[in-house]
């Protein structure tokens, strides 16, 4: 209970009673209670008490620079005097994810008025047949576009090249152009190590064409399709019929053309130009076995071995292929839902993304492997942890939403069940703020494709965005063109 103050009288804490003030001249020499020692410990509360106030008031006055919210100079300050240490993973991608802008749009609806977003997608930034970075599209799953896509010299997409009429251009033709009809258009890809666009369909026709593949010739300007009769078409090896769903593009060490995910598993197009299917020891069995592949959606190679590869879909696992080896010695990991898309980060992580808002990065070396094998085992190997987990990712059931990954800046471009797109941190996780990559919303419902893609003579990728009837162009850079050192 604190003391009450009576005027005349000193209150002893340790004592716990009053004592008169006494004149110094009377009071004991170490008394607490001497009028001189009153007047000056009144004094020292008094100065105490102001300063405590001014204290609480310059508190109040000092805020934190806008400076330090910028990625790039807050994380070098905080590197240099040891604080926010959690923050300084994400220096390089924050940075990279906050300088990115919008350079403009490549408006697609005088040639295509489809109602719906662009489905599938592969940019050609550079090729001999083409002046200018191409775009290869499809939006009604059955008739690939060539779309042109100039840039001015600040690096953004100059609609004014069009103004005058496309032969009037020193590029020539840069009007969209139907290139091919493909039934049941399902990926397409570009390989730039056979010079070929390669259009995969989930409806082989009689001849069980699978895989159709031509090369990117600029021709004049037309207004109909024209068959110049320079698409392939190959078909299984063994005269199978599959469904493929997803292509992936072999690095430039490897022999092979590309993998494709299939309805039945993996199949392999070498640069012999055959095709050759990779499927579970029980496909075709009655019984279901839950370390068996069927329906694959997703497919990467390794980071450093092309002959190694890391698939999935459903049901809800992560297989690691090795085509050296035999189907039933491959290896697969436990996961809880069906797998959307995969990105190899390094030799022994990948990216994962599937249903129920799943994105997350696992680690292989700290997952159980178990065997693809062909009956059942009653030994259930746990479900697999990530090691980093992205929470603000949303899809809660699509397989065609968009993502892609680029491996130099650690960012991952991710379009959400919602029709918008976010940008992810793969060494923390965290959502990367990006002022016009945020403000990217489609209506016509989740955007189903985004490449990271270098135009010729960039040093940093471009960010390309099939929102709507347009392609969205995203680069890193400025506002202003004056603004630039």
């Known amino acids: 209970m604190a003391s009450r103050e009576i005027p005349g009288y000193y209150y002893d804490a340790e004592r716990r009673r009053y004592f008169r003030v006494e004149s110094s001249q009377t009071a004991p020499s170490n008394a607490a209670w001497s009028s001189e020692k009153v007047k000056k410990r009144k004094l020292e509360d008094k100065a105490a008490a102001a300063e405590l106030r001014w204290e609480s008031l310059n508190k109040n006055r000092i805020t934190r620079s806008e400076a330090l919210n910028v990625p790039l100079m807050g994380g070098f300050l905080a590197r240099e005097y040891g604080q926010h240490i959690h923050d300084l993973r994400d220096l390089r991608t924050a940075s990279f994810a906050q300088g990115i802008i919008a350079k403009g749009i490549r408006p697609l609806n005088q040639y295509i008025r489809a109602a719906t977003n662009i489905k599938h997608m592969a940019i050609v930034s550079k090729h001999p047949e083409h002046p200018v970075c191409t ?36 590029l020539g033709c840069l009007c969209p152009q139907p290139e091919e009809w493909m039934d049941q258009t399902s990926d ?59 292509i992936c593009l072999a690095p430039s060490t490897s022999n092979q053309i590309c993998l494709i995910g299939t309805n039945m598993g993996v199949a392999h197009f070498n640069s012999n130009s055959q095709m050759k299917l ?105 479900t697999a942890k990530p090691v980093v987990i992205m929470p603000s990712y949303k899809n809660a059931a699509r397989f065609d939403v968009g993502l892609d990954y680029d491996p130099d800046s650690g960012v991952i471009a991710a379009a959400h069940d919602d029709g918008k797109v976010a940008l ?62």
């Open 424 to 485: 992810y941190s793969v060494r923390s996780g965290n959502r990367l703020p990006s002022r016009d990559v945020d403000n990217i919303y489609s209506k016509y419902g989740p955007i189903h494709q985004l490449r990271f893609e270098a135009f010729d003579g960039d040093d940093t990728p471009t960010l390309f965005v099939g929102e709507r009837n347009h392609i969205g162009i995203y680069s890193f850079g400025v506002d202003d063109p004056d603004d630039e050192a």
């Open 278 to 382: 990779y499927t579970s020891p029980t496909w075709g069995s009655k019984s279901f076995v839950p370390n068996s592949f069927r329906d694959v959606f997703a497919i990467d190679y390794h980071a450093s071995n092309p002959d190694i590869m890391f698939f999935g879909g459903r049901p809800g696992a992560l297989f690691i292929g090795d085509l050296r080896q035999e189907v039933d010695r491959w290896n697969s990991v436990k996961l809880k839902n069906s797998i959307s898309h995969i990105k190899t980060v390094s030799e022994h992580q990948v990216i994962v993304a599937g249903l129920r808002n799943t994105l997350s990065v696992f680690d292989l070396r700290y997952c159980d492997l178990s065997q693809v094998r062909g009956e059942d085992n009653p030994k259930v190997e746990r």
């Open 135 to 170: 775009a290869y599209i499809d939006v009604t799953n059955e008739l690939v576009w060539s779309i042109p896509i100039p840039r001015d010299e600040t690096g953004s997409y100059d609609r004014r090249t069009f103004y005058g009429g496309c032969s009037d251009t020193p």
């Open 188 to 246: 397409i890809k570009y390989s730039k190590k056979a010079g070929l666009v390669l259009v995969s369909s989930r409806d082989p026709d009689t001849q069980g064409a699978l895989l159709s593949t031509f090369a990117p010739t600029r021709l004049t300007c037309r207004t109909y399709m024209q068959n110049n009769g320079r698409i392939q078409e190959y078909g299984d090896v063994d005269n199978r019929k599959y469904t493929c769903n997803t």
